[in-house]
T-cell receptor
């Protein structure tokens, strides 16, 4: 199984709503990532979890709150978002130690988020 | 900090022809990994090819091959016998090398949009 599964695929939310994005992998990867991608731009890193601990936070506003309940799951809780937060949100996973043979990140299909 | 530069925002190629996408990077590390990812309109990022910096031999995966020039910090992707399904955004990416537990972020270039003409 080399899949990273993200739900939902599409989400429309109002600026006062609270919603969550979910990501799941069963490849035994201990590093998991959230990226934000605007149209025709590269993915921008938001958060990295390594061994279920937050290891990188790229100065993301507090209206985005990540959570890693276990080694297979990664959530992104959304609250009071702005229209400019509309984007494709990508989850990825990889081996945490790059001394292993395969170091590439596997990506999910993303959640297309629209904030109205 | 590491940076990745893709100088070709768009490229086009005729079906069955060969095209080369350019990528340069900047790093002070001696060991690292380089990747080419493809993102079709379906939006999923798909790994095309991987290169370990400590390996002198250029990586190949079927119709895809790289020209890795470590001293020049250059990592170009060659697509041979281009197919319509190769049309996508292509991102070059860099990841540092760690021997202990932890993680290192993937640094992406801005991407090259490849069009394949029938």
């Amino acid at each position: 199984d080399t899949e990273v599964t993200q739900t939902p695929k599409h989400l429309v939310m109002g600026m006062t709503n609270k919603k969550s994005l979910k990501c799941e992998q069963h490849m035994g990867h201990r590093a998991m990532y959230w990226y934000k991608q605007k149209a025709k731009k590269p993915p921008e890193l938001m958060f990295v979890y390594s061994y279920e601990k937050l290891s990188i936070n790229e100065s993301v506003p507090s209206r985005f709150s990540p959570e890693c309940p276990n080694s297979s799951l990664l959530n992104l809780h959304l609250h009071a978002l702005q229209p400019e937060d509309s984007a494709l949100y990508l989850c990825a996973s990889s081996h945490a130690m790059t001394g292993t043979p395969n170091t590439e990140a596997f990506f999910g299909q993303g959640t297309r988020l629209t904030v109205v | 900090a590491q940076t990745v530069t893709q100088s070709q925002p768009e490229m086009s190629v005729q079906e069955a022809e060969t095209v080369t996408l350019s990528c340069t990077y900047d790093t002070s590390e001696s060991d690292y990994y380089l990747f080419w990812y493809k993102q079709p309109p379906s939006r999923q990022m798909i790994l095309v090819i991987r290169q370990e910096a400590y390996k002198q031999q250029n990586a190949t995966e079927n119709r895809f091959s790289v020209n890795f020039q470590k001293a020049a910090k250059s990592f170009s992707l060659k697509i041979s016998d281009s197919q319509l399904g190769d049309a996508a955004m292509y991102f070059c990416a860099y990841r540092g090398f760690l021997t202990q537990g932890g993680s290192e972020k993937l640094v992406f270039g801005k991407g090259t949009k490849l069009t394949v003409n029938p």
